[in-house]
């Protein structure tokens, strides 16, 4: 039995669900444990490119059950659309495949209006969030107010609660009708998806399944470690992982971080290693850096070493998925970030302080590039001596071996050096 981490070490979108699914090959159970539709995981098959932002990626593989945990938002209609999609490629979804925690909590358009309201009254100070309604979800949970998806089987708790909200979301008395009726239309689908999250996960810890935990966002987006205000509204480390499942941390019995060779940020926040030249449009053309939520154009820029070894230590990273190395296939020099200047001094400690890591400049290291296509490559061998070096450079700088690493969008692309389920 293995319960497997694994999580994002930038600002997301370092292709988790890509490696998620490609590891939900050997997994009986998949974890969704934070977050929202503020996720977008693209996953590649012969069936073709399915974006999934609140189903797990393990929905692609038949015979593995998904579960949405008590530490996730979900907005319904977005799962509605989903599962309607994912039943049009022949794998349809039901009690038997996928359980919600009744523990999860409800977004509704509500929710998504006022954070509309509040990115607008922010102006210049606007976090740049997907506007999915991440945010006053979270806020409400911890005010106690919100509604969660156990609720939804009392009508008259719905009925409540959605009148409070609106009141604290400033939603006309229609607004909030309309979001009760929709709920209350939804129970026919929704509430035969509601079912006992601890025991499922404690039954299979029993049984010697194995458990794949897939994390959002990335650990540069956490709520309490990553650079706050610009951050989600959650925890996204391996930490969370057991809150927002229920697990206790000596569960966990490896983790797996996953790591662009470049790096990208979508949204507003400090991002030291950022090229706002012709290199950061190469990346995000050869890249395809868009938003899987939101189409926004992702920042892109070197990989950084600094923040990367921050995000590593408060996950407990055992290793490294790597991925997007064809991206940076031909490029004459490559280059990696190692410590920061700060005041005209060397810092290689990770400030998380918006304002101050605003202002640090990255050292870099400089990478000759490679010739060749890794896309075609299946196992290291194959690699060009140039990207082999560049792998190893990784290592040197994280302190942490890589397990994979992804050549190219598609599940088969992909060398596995060290098979984590074992
Ligand atoms: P996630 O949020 O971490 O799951 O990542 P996203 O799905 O938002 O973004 C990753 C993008 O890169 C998606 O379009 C993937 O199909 C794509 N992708 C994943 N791995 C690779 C890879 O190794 N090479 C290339 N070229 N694309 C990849
Ligand atoms: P995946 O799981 C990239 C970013 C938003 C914004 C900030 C706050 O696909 O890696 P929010 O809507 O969460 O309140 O927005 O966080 N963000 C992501 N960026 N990938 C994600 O998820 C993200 N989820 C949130 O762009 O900067
Ligand atoms: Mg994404």
Redesign the pocket.
């Known amino acids: 039995m293995t319960v497997l981490a694994l999580v ?1 070490t930038q600002w ?7 490696v998620c699914d490609l590891l939900a090959g050997e997994a009986d159970l998949v974890v969704r444990f934070s977050g929202g539709n503020n ?4 996953i ?1 098959t012969e069936k073709g490119m399915m974006i999934l932002h609140i189903v797990p990626s393990g929905a692609l593989r038949k015979g593995v059950h998904n579960l949405i945990g008590a530490g996730t938002v979900i907005d319904p209609a977005i799962l509605r659309k989903e599962l309607d999609a994912l039943e049009e490629i022949g794998l349809p979804q039901d009690a038997t495949t996928l359980t919600v925690s009744p523990k999860a909590h409800i977004i509704t358009d509500m929710h998504r209006a006022y954070e509309a309201w509040i990115e607008e009254h922010l102006g210049d100070y606007k976090i740049g969030t997907t506007l999915r309604g991440i945010g006053p979800a979270y806020a409400l949970k911890a005010l106690r107010l919100n509604l969660r998806t156990g609720e939804l089987r009392s009508e008259e708790t719905v009925r409540i609660r959605i009148a409070l909200l609106a009141k604290i979301l400033q939603a006309t008395e229609e607004d909030a009708e309309k979001v009760t009726e929709y709920l209350l239309g939804i129970r026919d689908w929704f509430l035969p998806l509601l079912g006992d999250d601890i025991k499922l996960v404690r039954e299979a810890q029993a049984s010697g399944k194995n458990i794949l935990l897939e994390g959002a966002q990335g650990a540069l987006l956490d709520i309490d470690h990553g650079t706050y205000p610009f951050v989600t509204s959650s925890g996204t480390t391996t930490a969370t992982a057991c809150t927002g499942l229920g697990i206790p941390p000596s569960a966990i019995t490896t983790s797996i971080g ?1 790591l662009k060779a470049y790096c990208t940020r979508v949204g507003e926040g400090p991002f030291p290693t950022e090229l706002s030249d012709e290199m950061g449009d190469l990346l995000r053309e050869r ?2 850096e868009y938003g ?1 939520t939101t189409r926004r154009p992702r920042r892109c820029g070197w990989f950084d070493g600094v923040a990367t070894a921050h995000t590593i230590a408060i996950n407990g990273l055992d290793s490294l998925a790597v ?5 940076l296939d031909g490029l004459e020099q490559i280059m990696l970030c190692t410590a920061y200047e700060l005041d005209g001094r060397k810092i290689e400690h990770f400030p998380t302080e918006a304002e101050v890591l605003s202002n640090v400049k990255p050292i870099y290291e400089e990478m000759p590039g490679w010739k060749g296509n890794t896309t075609e490559a299946r196992n290291y061998e194959e690699l060009p001596e140039g990207a082999k070096r560049y792998l190893k450079r990784i290592e040197e700088i994280t302190g942490v071996k890589i397990a994979l690493i ?4 598609h599940r088969d ?1 992909t060398i596995l050096i060290d098979n984590p389920w074992i």
């Open positions: 994002g997301g979108d370092e292709g988790k669900g890509k996720a977008g995981h693209t590649v996953v890249g395809k899987a991925t997007k190395l064809d991206v992804s050549v190219g969008s692309e």
